[in-house]
């Protein structure tokens, strides 16, 4: 072991420069931040999308289509999806939107619309904010009974 191969021990040294602590601290002056414009500047925030003055991309893509703010959104279920839930024993004879809720099917707060994919054979009351033509049918062929929910 020599002079010119000693070190200091492993995580000793911290190495945290402390900016804009006078000319002695080599990092006085502009701090790093570089000569004038906003981001030398105390106080700046970038806003997001901000493209340094060129037309950001929100603004250069064209916009077009339309949004109806009166839409109705439902939670679709389907009927192999009641189906499913006769076979497991988790419904008998009465579906209704609180068991749909419980199972995780549906949240609270959403509205729920059944829908004709796959088939039901046993008789069920299901009751529900919506029915397709197809479900409803195949709900009444099977011998149950379709109930609106307001």
């Known amino acids: 072991m020599n002079l010119h191969n000693l070190k200091p021990a492993k995580g000793s040294i911290k190495k945290d420069i402390r900016k804009g602590r006078g000319e ?64 497991n024993n988790k419904v008998k004879d009465t579906l209704t939107f609180e068991d749909f809720v419980s199972f995780g099917i549906v949240g609270k707060r ?24 197809k479900a409803q049918e195949a709900i009444e062929a099977a011998g149950g009974k379709v109930e609106i929910i307001k």
């Open 24 to 87: 002695g601290s080599k990092r006085g002056g502009t701090a790093t931040r570089g000569h004038k414009g906003a981001k030398s500047r105390s106080g700046y925030s970038r806003t997001p999308g901000f493209e340094g003055g060129q037309m950001p991309l929100y603004r250069r893509v064209p916009k077009f289509g339309f949004t109806n703010i009166n839409r109705i959104e439902y939670q679709p279920v389907n009927l192999d999806k009641i189906q499913e839930l006769i076979d």
């Open 110 to 133: 959403e509205l729920l619309k059944v829908l004709g994919r796959g088939e039901i054979k046993s008789p069920i009351t299901v009751y529900a904010h919506k029915f397709s033509k």
